[in-house]
């Protein structure tokens, strides 16, 4: 090595010594977790192929958009829960903090007379400085999240009966709120939205590349794998509007939801903010060390998971047109959680996408549509939705001693 | 050996330091430490356990503030008060841990804390990551790195590969002064030598290095001059040319009683 001459150059990203192996061990890759999304989307379609065997109504248009429908408010609750994740920590008070800022917009636009937007705007804002508050709380004195969140859980569940009142139950009238899980947009609509989508994809990834070659970063082995995800991404979001389409239309819920998560994305994976987070959810003391203000990027993980809460909880009150003593509560915090954690975002911190929460709300809320579909009791919806989390985390834990067997961390 | 320190009140060296003296309750962690780093050179500090080492590297990357010092960069008096003046100074330290992290690639790993923008990332707040890819090409060709790809999560590299990233992100902030804590400890003999090659292309491109190192060995390979520190006192500087490893042992340890600098003397004995 010592007499290495300093021509000799750190292979380039094309060079596929580095890449062939991988396919070869593609299963390998897809054990340890590092193809985690492509082992959750063959999982829902095993799941969509054993209820539509078992029920022929399960893949229609009309129980399709329901499952949409069905899974926003925890998918949108998960975006949140997926950044807690990364940081290794915890929030068990997001089922009551969607309660409680779901209750908060409805106290204001019912009991009140708030226009439904100054209304959402306070019940989001309410989340974000109870996720504020419990991040403060937690970096400040050092206290483990879980302790300060199931804490929050029973104070905020406090709360939302208090602000209820005596009535304990509110019910939304109000057009808008009520239009939020309720409105669906025509055929045009659709596929208007759909071209964008798909040109908005297809362009970034296609300037991405352009500019690495540019560079002279990437060779042209690189454009296929591209061109094949553009190609899948444009059939799905394809499939997706023309089954929307043949029945209700495309739900501005489901465009919210998308919108989150990908935006979430790129946070996550794309600014600075996001890389932070991944870098205290590996080694905290490394992020530290890097000139990383740690305490600033947990604060703001826990805001944006009370905010997402809210949003969520406001969702969650549109679909169900009121809001009582029980929003936010009963299976709502362990499915949100339980969601990412199927998809392949790791409990352990520094591992996950969160398109993790979009995946893992749909196999939840498939099993759970499913189940219902076949009439089967909540007692056998409760426990095939426990044997499932349960799998997926013997996944995950597995998938983590394999990586640490070949000495990754 | 150079006896009682150097004389005169404007060194001449890269980075200087003077009179260092650091006490932790009734334990005198440092007394009276001195300390010469040239450009282009490779300074070994080695010492026995509790000699001082890591007080001393902690001293000079601005993490302890020293009881007393002189410290001089470049000739002009400087202070060493935290972290951040010892890095705008241009003193770079590896430690002993690396502080990598593990999830993240290379890439990723090398601009943590200092990412590039992209060209609407006062917009879009995105990350340029072309330009830290490409850059990191650069710096790893340029010190001859050799690793998969880097894009490899560093979980994946080798204990020598880790290290060689975790030196090369400490050049990112183009320091003059290199301080390398055991930079070969715990790595096998090629992964070793790999280490030791990158120690000597940062030498070769004009860095003083401080490399402190338990392998004499390694220390007999790489370093043109070795300060050995014994109960908080510098017990000696040593040119590598002029001196065994019978000598630097015989200094570690004071069992050559005649060679102490007279401060500490033969009644002490060796921790």
Redesign the interface.
Known sequence: ??T??????????D?T??DSPAQQNIFRRILQGDLASVRVIFGLIVIWAIFQIANDHFLTAINLTNLFLQITAVGLISVGVVFVLLLGEIDLSIGAVSGLCAAIVAVLNVKHGWAPIPAIAVGIIAGMIIGFVQGSLFTGFGIPSFVVTLAGLLAWQGALLWVLGDTGTINITDNSLVGLANTFYSSTVGWIVAVLVIALYAGTSIF?YV??ST???GGGQDIVPIIVRIVLVTVAIIAAIAILNSNRGLPLAIIVLIAFVAGGE??AT????G??I??V???A???R????SVHRIRIAVFAISGTMSAIGGIFAASRLLAVNQSSGGSDLLLLAIAGPVIAGTSLFG??GSVWSALLGALVIGSISNGMDLLALDSSVKFMVTGAVLLAAVIVDAVARRS?QA???? | MSDDGPQGDQPQSLLALRGVTKRFGPVQALDDVWLDINAGEVLALVGDNGAGKSTLVKVISGIYAADRAAVWFDGRPVSLGNPTAATRLGIATV?Q????????DVV?NLF????E?SPLGVV????D???M??R??EL???L??????????V??L?GGQRQQVAVARSLLGEPKVVILDEPTAALGV?QT??V??LV??LREQGLGVLMISHNLADVFEVADRVVVLRLGKVAGVYSVRDTTQEEIVGAITGAEFGRNQGNGGPTEVPA
Do not use: W
């Open positions: 090595m010592s290495a001459p300093a021509e000799v150059t750190a292979p380039l990203p060079d010594s580095a991405r500019r690495r560079v002279g970063l790129y946070v794309r600014t600075a903010f890389r932070h991944f870098a959810g590996g080694n003391e490394a992020a060390r890097a000139g990383i520094g591992r990586r070949a000495g990754r961390v | 430690y841990d690396l502080a990598l992290c593990d999830n993240l990723e943590l804390g200092r990412e923008r879009t707040r995105g990350l990551e072309t330009k890819e490409q990191s090409h790893l060709s340029n001859a790195v050799t690793i998969p790809s880097v894009r490899s999560e979980g994946t080798s090629a030598a790999q030791l090659a000597k292309r």
